[in-house]
């Protein structure tokens, strides 16, 4: 057995080189390829994909896993082996279930989509996009179909994401925090509002860059096993157990922007760079689900990255970098700047408070296109509709509207619903890495982040794929994902800064 | 037949596909990749490596080949079916030759071996090296005994870098160049010497890297689709045919180095940029050999790089980005410093005149290795005696004598003579493209490249690989490869500088 349990590692193995060579190819299109290398770039990465696709579905792994399940099924049910052996399976079912022409039919509908997708938005003109976003949600009904029979013909595609959360899962949760959220904003915008303007100005991208690293130093990033670059579109992409590489992008007039991608992106690396060693090169080197890999990235951001203790030590250093923009604002207003909550049109830019409306509306959007409820080419009235219920604004246009966001375009659907939950579940583990390490706060205040670090490692990392994300934060926080925390926090933080 | 054609291009685009990636991959490890990524990037590398491989020998390949050979035969010879499938069963000949273990054995020696001479070299302790030496020479043996019959035992090594190409042939025009070598240099060493001390100082890296650039700029590299980055040793590497980046290095205490090693490997890069659209994604689209290669980089480094036509247009550009350091350098001066000539024990710092010498003494070793009548213990003291007779100098040790070339200890053998025989045909090239273009000089001289280097698209670099080496030569300039337009150049050239 010992044996075949080889002959599968070997075969995952170049699974895994092929896919992380893909995702090296990748990293260079978005950082440093001549444009004009685009369209051979275009065909190696297929090629790649499409030959670790081959790995992956193979009759041989087949044959592997069903030899080695009765070996396993004597074996811990935590074993490295156990779990291996289950999410392979989980991968090859899932792979070989969707014929290869409709894989390369989503090649070609996202392909398109995505070049419709770009003129629409840059012309805000959703009859660009319609034709082919309609193709892209037959496609995903299509899709869905091959996984019947389901509770909910939502669920296959999100199980995409989140393996083993259902729909109505997902739908419990945002129900329960959807009014609190509205309430929340709706308090806070009644409240005299919080001044940011010292946050825009011009602050000279290297000092941006220098500042940014000198945070993520702190944290504990490794600059021998990772890099930083710039990128259009910031992204973390783990190109090895250890080579995980960040990138950020500057806005010269808001120093908001690269400081908080940065800190975000950092989070999603220290996941990858966190996966115990034994893991590497197979299907469990990587994060549990989308939504975990999110409450990293949204912890470092939010949970440390926004709070007071954090700036108490790093802002004294922000305004030696920009002494002119910040020497005058002290570190008070500071914060509240940087925490101002005001509802607006676009999703990446929106604020702790605001973020998640924009996901369930998403959500509803997705859940009523698989339905069949809702028709493609009535969607922009929909979405409008419920940015004015949700946020109480109207899209001046639909580029600021329904045609903001790459997913669609993309055959991304089901992907949305991680964010928010990422948020919840950063909240959760924030309250249990509070009772575990009590002077955390006091660690922040001093610069600290090694207990932190070490915490997220021991008790999230290094299981790499191996839990599935609700097995995951039951066993580390005792309950399953939860609104509850996310709101006390909300609740607490908006309450001290805008007098609630 | 033009389905089978269609097939065996779509194995081959696969198999491009594979080696491009593992060139980006490994662009990227000397390039930008942080240290602790090095062994998960050796196992990637050779995962692509073997799966290009098997694509390249499979049985399938093997059969089309077969089943397209009546058909390609009707073809004209020069057809890019017949040549496709000529240079493709040459490959395939030649990897299938080899077995499997046999292959995976060079891997394991070379990477042994290369480990062996870094700390060999560092220490200058040959025989820390030599029992890597002796199993790589004993490999390469048995390498080409796979070859069989042959007329000498070298020609199989030769022949993996220049198709065709025989041992004798190599023999008999490097008899016929070395005395002429060896009396010009005597002739140049009892001349007085020029001054070059002007070319070492201070020269700031991000001034000589603008130079560079607007160098290889004038000569025609296009950006859009080519880069240029940072490297311990400067390289060439095609990711694709529209994607063909260069890197240099710099030394701050020499202006040489960076300027000539840019201009080299722009040389490489044009003919890369420069094989027919059609050819891309198969073995076609790749150099003819090394030499051909080398006579692309050399011509543009040495007959336009260290012409006085060449400075006469660039001189001021180069005073004004150093003007403390050049300012009152006249133009003649600067001219014959750039091309001092100096025996000296180092191949790669070597001048046009004495470089030939170094590949000269190195293919005499490798012959006499691979026919027995030199055994590895005693290389040293043949490498010293042969340095001595060649160019009057002793190595005071093996780091600056046996051990300064990596190529034995990564398996190369039959690579050296490409240098040599790049030159001679570069010199070739030189006077045909002057009978072509007559006022070429004048051209040069007002900063103007198009004609040139659309000279060498059109003669060498659209056909890729679809001619042998020296049908190539042949073709151009009417005759194989020949010594005499080298040593006619050399000789006008010191000539004048030296007043011989």
Same mark, same amino acid.
């Given at each position: 057995?010992?044996?075949?349990?080889a002959?599968?590692?070997?075969?995952?193995?170049?699974?895994s080189?092929?896919?992380r060579a893909?995702?090296?190819?990748?990293?260079?299109?978005?950082?440093?390829m001549?444009?004009?290398?685009?369209?051979?770039?275009?065909?190696? @990465?297929?090629?790649?994909?499409k030959?670790?696709?081959?790995?992956?579905?193979?009759?041989?792994?087949?044959?592997?896993?069903?030899?080695?399940?009765?070996?396993?099924?004597?074996?811990?049910?935590?074993?490295?082996?156990?779990?291996?052996?289950?999410?392979?399976?989980?991968?090859?079912?899932?792979?070989?279930?969707v014929?290869?022409?409709?894989?390369?039919?989503?090649?070609?509908?996202?392909?398109?989509?995505?070049?419709?997708?770009?003129?629409?938005?840059?012309?805000?003109?959703?009859?660009?996009?319609?034709?082919?976003?309609?193709?892209?949600?037959?496609?995903?009904?299509?899709?869905?179909a091959?996984?019947?029979?389901?509770?909910?013909?939502?669920?296959?595609?999100?199980?995409?994401?989140?393996?083993?959360?259902k729909?109505?899962?997902?739908?419990?949760?945002?129900?329960?925090?959807?009014?609190?959220?509205?309430?929340?904003?709706?308090?806070?915008?009644?409240?005299?509002?919080?001044?940011?303007?010292?946050?825009?100005?011009?602050?000279?991208?290297?000092?941006?860059?220098?500042?940014?690293?000198?945070?993520?130093?702190?944290?504990?990033?490794?600059?021998?096993?990772?890099?930083?670059?710039?990128?259009?579109?910031?992204?973390?992409i783990?190109?090895?157990?250890?080579?995980?590489?960040?990138?950020?992008?500057?806005?010269?007039?808001?120093?908001?922007?690269?400081?908080?991608?940065?800190?975000?992106?950092?989070?999603?690396?220290?996941?990858?760079?966190?996966?115990?060693?034994?893991?590497?090169?197979?299907?469990?080197?990587?994060?549990?689900?989308?939504a975990?890999?999110?409450?990293?990235?949204?912890?470092?951001?939010?949970?440390?990255g926004?709070?007071?203790?954090?700036?108490?030590?790093?802002?004294?250093?922000?305004?030696?970098?920009?002494?002119?923009q910040?020497?005058?604002?002290?570190?008070?207003?500071?914060?509240?700047?940087?925490?101002?909550?005001?509802?607006?049109l676009?999703?990446?830019?929106?604020?702790?408070?605001?973020?998640?409306?924009?996901?369930?509306?998403?959500?509803?959007?997705? @859940?009523?296109?698989?339905?069949?409820?809702?028709?493609?080419?009535?969607?922009?009235?929909?979405?409008?509709?419920?940015v004015?219920?949700?946020?109480?604004?109207?899209?001046?246009?639909?580029?600021?509207?329904?045609?903001?966001?790459?997913?669609?375009?993309?055959?991304?659907?089901?992907?949305?619903p991680?964010?928010?939950?990422?948020?919840?579940?950063?909240?959760?583990?924030?309250?249990?890495?509070?009772?575990?390490i009590?002077?955390?706060?006091?660690?922040?205040?001093?610069?600290?982040?090694?207990?932190?670090?070490?915490?997220?490692?021991?008790?999230?990392?290094?299981?790499?794929?191996?839990?599935e994300?609700?097995?995951?934060?039951?066993?580390?926080?005792?309950?399953?994902?939860?609104?509850?925390?996310?709101?006390?926090?909300?609740?607490?933080?908006?309450?001290?800064?805008?007098?609630?």
């Amino acid at each position: 057995m010992e044996e075949k349990i080889a002959s599968l590692k070997s075969l995952l193995a170049e699974w895994s080189d092929l896919s992380r060579a893909a995702f090296l190819l990748g990293w260079d299109q978005q950082t440093y390829m001549p444009p004009k290398g685009i369209e051979a770039r275009g065909q190696q @990465i297929g090629t790649l994909q499409k030959l670790a696709h081959e790995r992956i579905t193979s009759d041989e792994v087949g044959r592997l896993l069903e030899e080695l399940q009765p070996y396993v099924d004597e074996l811990p049910a935590d074993s490295d082996e156990t779990r291996l052996v289950k999410v392979t399976r989980r991968m090859y079912n899932k792979k070989t279930r969707v014929p290869p022409a409709m894989v390369a039919e989503l090649a070609e509908l996202a392909s398109a989509g995505f070049g419709a997708w770009q003129v629409a938005r840059a012309e805000s003109n959703f009859a660009l996009f319609q034709p082919h976003l309609e193709k892209l949600v037959d496609y995903r009904r299509r899709f869905a179909a091959l996984f019947a029979p389901y509770d909910h013909v939502y669920d296959p595609l999100l199980d995409e994401y989140e393996p083993g959360m259902k729909t109505a899962q997902v739908q419990a949760i945002f129900s329960a925090l959807r009014p609190q959220q509205v309430e929340l904003i709706r308090e806070i915008t009644s409240s005299p509002p919080v001044d940011d303007s010292f946050l825009h100005g011009y602050f000279e991208e290297q000092k941006q860059w220098d500042f940014g690293v000198e945070v993520v130093t702190k944290f504990g990033y490794d600059w021998e096993r990772g890099r930083q670059d710039r990128a259009a579109h910031p992204f973390t992409i783990p190109i090895a157990l250890d080579d995980v590489r960040i990138t950020t992008r500057f806005l010269q007039d808001y120093v908001g922007s690269a400081l908080f991608s940065t800190m975000h992106e950092t989070g999603h690396a220290f996941y990858e760079l966190g996966v115990a060693r034994s893991l590497d090169r197979t299907p469990l080197a990587d994060g549990a689900s989308m939504a975990i890999h999110e409450s990293q990235s949204r912890m470092w951001e939010n949970l440390v990255g926004r709070s007071m203790p954090f700036w108490e030590y790093f802002y004294p250093r922000l305004q030696e970098y920009f002494p002119s923009q910040l020497g005058n604002v002290d570190p008070k207003t500071f914060y509240k700047g940087i925490n101002k909550v005001e509802p607006s049109l676009i999703r990446v830019e929106a604020d702790e408070a605001t973020y998640n409306l924009h996901i369930m509306l998403r959500l509803e959007l997705e @859940i009523a296109l698989m339905e069949g409820s809702l028709e493609v080419k009535d969607l922009p009235e929909a979405w409008n509709a419920r940015v004015q219920d949700y946020l109480g604004l109207t899209p001046p246009n639909d580029a600021l509207g329904v045609l903001q966001d790459v997913h669609w375009s993309d055959g991304y659907f089901g992907y949305f619903p991680t964010y928010a939950l990422g948020n919840l579940v950063s909240a959760q583990l924030w309250e249990r890495i509070n009772a575990d390490i009590p002077d955390l706060t006091e660690q922040i205040r001093r610069g600290e982040f090694a207990a932190l670090l070490g915490w997220l490692i021991e008790n999230i990392h290094c299981h790499g794929a191996k839990l599935e994300p609700q097995e995951l934060v039951q066993r580390v926080t005792g309950t399953g994902i939860d609104p509850v925390p996310y709101m006390r926090y909300l609740r607490t933080k908006y309450s001290q800064i805008y007098g609630l």
